[in-house]
């Protein structure tokens, strides 16, 4: 993808890309579209990547105001004190609420739930999408009542 055919006017790596959709509500696999050995050897580096080199957060910088306040479940925020995958919470949550029960079961079997939330603010202060994270733990919480 191109810097002007990007939806955030500036392009990712190819890495960053794979992640980010990996990352979406139900996405399972990402096959990318392969011309030849190149992209086949580029496409592979995916699966060495660093941490660091998947985190896709500089999105942050360049989404729209209207994408701020909307969790996209990249995790820039951790580590949580309290232990909780914050990405992953949103995640179940956001597929909860659209009627998928067995993002509502992964939720329940989650070993540390919104309600182990102890507000502390620190994924507040780390998330580069402006979301209310300490207030989102509170609905989710209420929502699936633990
Ligand atoms: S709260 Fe922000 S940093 Fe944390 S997972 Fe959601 S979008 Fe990413
Ligand atoms: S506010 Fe809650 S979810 Fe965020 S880092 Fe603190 S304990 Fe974790």
Redo the contacts with the bound molecule.
Sequence with gaps: MQDNTSPFGKKLTRIQYIQYALDKPGVLTVLPGIRGKHDLIDILKYTTATPEEKDYSIIGNFTPVDAEGKCVYCNH?EP???G?D?GLINKYYDLAVLGDNLAKDHYMNLEKKAGD????????SRCPFKVD??DR?KMIRDYFGE
Excluded: E, F, R, T
């Design positions: 925020c949580c004190p309290a909780l914050i939330c102890i507000a502390c603010g620190h994924c507040n994270q300490v733990m």
